[in-house]
């Protein structure tokens, strides 16, 4: 099994518990004010706690808080009852995560006594030497150990935006429309590959969750990826042929189309949101892996594999567009679609290719993101990173997809060394304006384009 | 189930204090999209700006609400210029980008921790509306009955607040488009380059526009947080814009009053909708949970379902609006 | 109407100029010229086959497209990569090829469009409309007054959408006369208008170098630039390769292979006028 984590003797992993809030608040309540308490810490590597500050934790269609200095925290609810409460992992600190990945979501009754108290425990993956030059000075931001790891992640990164953006960049290319619904191809790939991996491939119709495998019990992830990969071709093939290729033949605007695909956007999110909920979950396997450790630099087992698959797949797709006949018509088609069509290419196939292999690949990039979090949104939530990637290689072009989304991602990363973390993602807004300011045709692109 | 209830609630939903605040900021989009054929995936981003223009100044600043009132539109002026300086001069689709970005990252900015001190975080600000209540001629806590409707007297005060400015920035807007100033926007809206082979610099004209529409959407965000005497930077949420744009399309884009229609005609099928499935018979409803999943939960998320479902087909069958003329659509495609 | 009196020049003197324009597409010259000089209040034709830059060159003349190199001069000053609204207000105006009425505006309001300085265009000032109300009741008249030479008066108050093809030619015209132009740049002003009317539209610009305009058009049809032009510039593959009196060009044999294509692959700015 590629997958398999390795124990490394560095990664010191530490008690973490959540302790009471304090009596204050807890001897002061009336029934009418109730409310989900905690507080995080961790113990670092010479054992004094550390408070957690700056933590997300919501609890679904209630409300959500962040830690304060003291890391703790205080959801009020609105009266007593069953609640789900998540802990959003994206925002602890780097280097720290809880102790088990998969249980970021925790069930908790709320009694009319008073606030109920609950505990998330988080481990330090930090080795000591680590954790004392990030501490001893801030020089120790700037260390190479921290630029490579970080440079590392930014690659991670946008490998997998790149995958989720030839796609869009491709349809732009040869339809002219700017897919905004491309995101949810993106969440698509995720809660196909969840499902496969957790109900096999009909379990989640309930009534056949009793059948065996593969039917009725959750598959490999491997072969979940490769389903969820086809589902998302499957996707990208019907949106085509039902909403955008009759909407093409009627005459309907580019902009309205555009407008189409925002509509089209939202109601897939929600839907995801309706059978998925706003739980955060994890996929069966390889949810939590040890990090090994090489060059200084720390990478899991699963994540070393899946970006060499991204790089396969990429190469992959760099070879079909430039020597395979489909690969060369869909960027004839993207190029001039007058020249194309007059040269005996069948656009609307070609248009139609684009749309599966998009989304096959969007698929793809949303089972590898998936790998922090599952959920129902997470596709949005990158959407201006690949807006950015897209618009920075240059709207169109797959190559420039490829390009602008390696830039994007080792730029958000590396904004980390002088920017919060928790805005790193503004570093692709900035991005997008400077490129349109500078080079609005992008990278690869051509100017004809975009005026 | 009790018809009466629903159909009161559906009815006073039409004149609430939603229908006045997203008929407002879809007034700002009517001006963007229906008049200049801006493509404005942002408004909520300018209603953010209206919102923390008062809000920052009172939280952050200490000063007082009135001067707050000012930033609303030096923010939103700012915001425009931001998004309008790289993108206006380019294809209509990179405002689109730019502005859905933006909007969001604005979310993300104002809930960050290293903004708490300035828009208080996740938490957001309150108590900063007081000096806007203290004006009430109305008592803030007595209901004030309406035929069969009965306010607050604070909601009464929003309430009048809010429609009589809606009502002003509709005239203001219908005599800016029946002025040669208008009639430019149109003309760009249609064909930028007949416009600038007219003489008419089609930049500047669209940097005016979004402005302005970017300042409408600001004072229905800020409108919204006197309201909810709160200021939330996850109430900006991207859907926001969107349920805007849906409002905009079902009024018809390019006409005057749409907005204030579209908006009630969302918020009424909405409220009757939500109020006629949570009023199922028990049977009914255990049902529907059991087969489709409609918890209480999913009964507020077919909102959003409805709305992304009505925005597709609406740009995709009837764009000029549910009351457009197919006239007018067929100049459209000749 | 009254005639524009050219700011400077004789009238002997050109009003346009362009020296060494060069522009490219992706390594393919576009266009290539390296000096050709306008007319004052004469009507130039510019002529060539398919492809041969026409377009792109009116493109780069009236600021829709920037040259890599190059200069344009209107009435001996630097216009080379002005904006085109900037060309209008000195006085530049074009027509496009596929026309651009505005189909959701009525007849009356594309002409009202295409008048300059209007204070109603002002922000501010178009709050008020007292302010604007007399200067468009002198805009109301002027198009008015266009609108019943150029025979359209009766479709004053519909959309011009409603229009036909020969129609939104004729009122595209008029609308640019609107700006009370020195130089009128018409991209195919003939196309898909049907014969009748388009003996009234080249009536139309026949008239306008006796008000002091100067005209250049793009035309295929060889019998309407021998009617009408005083002038030809014949292009081929970006270059001008030949110009002179449409009875110059007529019996001019560069001109006739060009479209013919007998110099297939020579150069052709090197075959010499008979």
Avoid: C
């Avoid at chain 1, 450790?293 to 060499?308: H, I, Q, V």
């Avoid at chain 2, 930033?71 to 730019?98: E, K, M, N, Q, S």
């Amino acid at each position: 099994m590629p997958f398999t984590g390795v124990r490394s003797s560095f990664l010191v992993v530490v008690a973490a518990l959540g302790v009471l809030a304090g009596a204050q608040s807890a001897s002061a309540q009336v029934s009418d004010d109730l409310g989900v308490i905690g507080q995080l810490q961790y113990q670092d590597a010479n054992g004094v706690k550390v408070f957690v500050e700056g933590v997300d934790l919501s609890i679904d269609d209630v409300g959500g808080a962040t830690t304060d200095k003291d890391g703790s925290f205080r959801i009020e609810v609105e009266g007593p009852g069953e609640y789900t409460i998540n802990i959003d992992v994206a925002t602890l600190p780097t280097g720290i995560s809880l102790r088990d990945p998969e249980r970021s979501s925790l069930q908790v009754t709320v009694s009319e006594n008073g606030d109920q108290r609950i505990i998330f425990p988080l481990v330090s993956s930090e080795s000591g030497a680590v954790a004392n030059a990030a501490s001893s000075a801030s020089e120790g931001n700037w260390s190479v150990r921290r630029v490579s790891q970080l440079t590392l992640e930014g690659i991670k990164l946008g490998l997998y935006l790149a995958m989720a953006a030839i796609g869009l960049s491709l349809i732009f290319g040869t339809t002219g429309l700017v897919n905004f619904a491309h995101a949810e191809l993106i969440t698509w790939g995720t809660l196909m590959a969840y499902f496969f991996n957790i109900y096999g491939l009909v379990g989640f119709l309930g009534f056949m969750s009793g059948w065996p495998a593969p039917f009725g019990e959750g598959v490999n992830f491997i072969v979940a990826t490769v389903l969820s990969m086809v589902m998302g071709g499957v996707l990208g093939y019907v949106l085509n042929r039902v909403v955008f290729r009759t909407a093409r033949n009627s005459g309907v605007s580019l902009l309205a189309q555009m407008v189409m695909t925002i509509g089209l956007s939202i109601f897939l999110r929600y839907v995801y949101l309706y059978f998925f909920g706003g739980r955060y979950r994890s996929y069966g396997q390889y949810a939590s892996q040890r990090a090994n450790s090489f060059l200084g630099m720390e990478l899991t087992t699963r994540d070393a594999t899946a970006m060499l698959v991204s790089v396969v797949v990429l190469v992959a797709v760099g070879v079909g567009l430039t020597r395979t006949r489909m690969g060369r018509a869909m960027r004839a088609v993207s190029d001039n679609k007058d020249l194309a069509e007059s040269s005996g290419i069948d656009v609307e196939k070609v248009i139609s290719q684009v749309w599966i292999f998009g989304g096959a690949l969007a698929a793809l990039a949303g089972t590898f993101f998936g790998f922090d979090q599952v959920k129902w949104d997470l596709g949005t939530r990158i959407l201006l990173l690949i807006f950015a990637a897209v618009t920075l290689g240059g709207l169109g072009t797959a190559f420039g997809a490829l390009v602008g989304a390696l830039i994007v991602g080792i730029a958000i990363n590396w904004s980390t060394l002088v920017i919060d973390s928790e805005l790193k993602n503004m570093t692709a807004l900035v991005v997008l304006i400077f490129a349109l300011l500078l080079r609005p045709q992008g990278i690869l692109g051509k100017k004809q384009r975009i005026g | 189930m009790d018809w009466g209830f629903i159909i009161e609630r559906t009815f006073s939903a039409m004149i609430g204090p939603e229908v006045m605040i997203y008929a407002l900021a879809a007034v700002g989009l009517n001006v963007h999209f229906g008049y200049t054929g801006l493509m404005n995936f942002g408004q909520v981003g300018f209603m953010a700006a209206g919102a923390y223009g008062v809000g920052v100044t009172v939280f952050w600043l200490n000063w007082s609400f009135w001067i707050g009132l000012v930033f609303v539109f030096v923010y939103a002026a700012v915001l425009a210029l931001l998004l309008g300086i790289p993108t206006l001069r380019l294809r209509a689709d990179y405002l689109g980008l730019v502005t859905i970005a933006a909007s969001e990252t604005i979310r993300l900015l104002a809930r960050s921790r290293v903004m708490k001190p300035v828009t208080g975080g996740v938490e957001g600000i309150d108590k900063f509306a007081e000096p806007f209540y203290n004006l009430s001629p109305f008592e803030l806590g007595k209901f004030y009955s309406f035929g069969p409707f009965k306010y607050l007297g604070r909601d009464v005060w929003v309430l009048m607040v809010g429609w009589t400015l809606l009502i002003l920035v509709t005239l203001m807007v219908q005599q800016l488009m029946r002025s040669p100033w208008g009639r430019t926007l149109r003309a760009i809206r249609e064909d930028e380059d007949a416009a600038r082979a007219l003489g008419k610099n089609a930049y500047f004209f669209k940097m005016q526009s979004l402005m302005l529409g970017g300042m409408i959407g600001a004072l229905a965000g800020l409108i919204q947080v006197i309201q909810k005497s709160s200021v939330q930077a996850d109430t900006f949420n991207p859907v926001i814009t969107f349920t805007i744009w849906t409002i905009l399309i079902i009024g018809g884009p390019g006409r005057v009053w749409s907005p204030i229609i579209g908006s009630s005609i969302y918020w009424s099928l909405i409220v009757f909708v939500e109020n006629t499935l949570r009023q199922l018979p028990a049977g009914a409803r255990d049902t529907l949970r059991d087969t489709v999943e409609l918890s209480d939960f999913n009964i507020g998320m077919l909102r959003f379902m409805l709305v992304g479902g009505g925005l597709l087909l609406l740009a995709r069958f009837r764009p000029q609006g549910i009351f457009g003329s197919r006239e007018e659509m067929a100049l459209d495609r000749r | 109407m009254t005639a524009v009196e050219s700011a400077s020049g004789a009238l002997d003197t050109p009003i346009i100029t362009a020296t060494g324009v060069v522009k490219t597409f992706g390594g393919l010259r576009a266009v290539d010229v390296d000096k050709v000089e306008i007319r004052r209040n004469k009507i130039t034709a510019l002529i060539g086959p398919n492809g041969a830059g026409k377009t792109t060159f009116f493109n780069l003349l009236t600021g829709f497209d920037q040259v890599d190199s190059g200069t344009i001069t209107l009435d001996g000053n630097d216009i080379t990569g002005t904006p085109p609204h900037r060309l209008a207000e000195k006085g530049m105006v074009r027509t496009f090829q596929l026309t651009k009425a505005l189909a959701k505006l009525s007849t009356i309001e594309n002409m009202k469009l295409g008048a300059l300085d209007q204070l109603g265009e002002k922000f501010w000032a178009a709050l008020i409309p007292g302010a604007w109300a007399k200067q468009e009741r002198e805009i109301e008249a002027r198009a008015d007054a266009i609108l019943k030479r150029f025979n359209l008066t009766h479709m004053r108050d519909e959309f011009a959408g409603t229009m036909s093809g020969g129609q939104r030619k004729l009122l595209e015209m008029a609308r640019a006369l609107m700006t009370d132009p020195r130089v009128v740049m018409l991209d195919e002003p003939m196309a898909g208008v049907n014969p009748a009317l388009a003996q009234s539209l080249l009536e139309l610009i026949k008239m306008l170098p006796a008000e002091g305009r100067t005209v250049i058009f793009v035309e295929h049809n060889m019998d309407v630039v021998q009617e009408i032009s005083d002038w030809v510039i014949v292009m081929a593959e970006g270059r001008i390769i030949a110009e002179g009196t449409p009875a110059e060009i007529k019996s001019n044999k560069a001109v006739v292979d060009a479209y013919l294509g007998a110099h297939h692959g020579e150069d052709l700015s090197k075959v010499q006028l008979s």
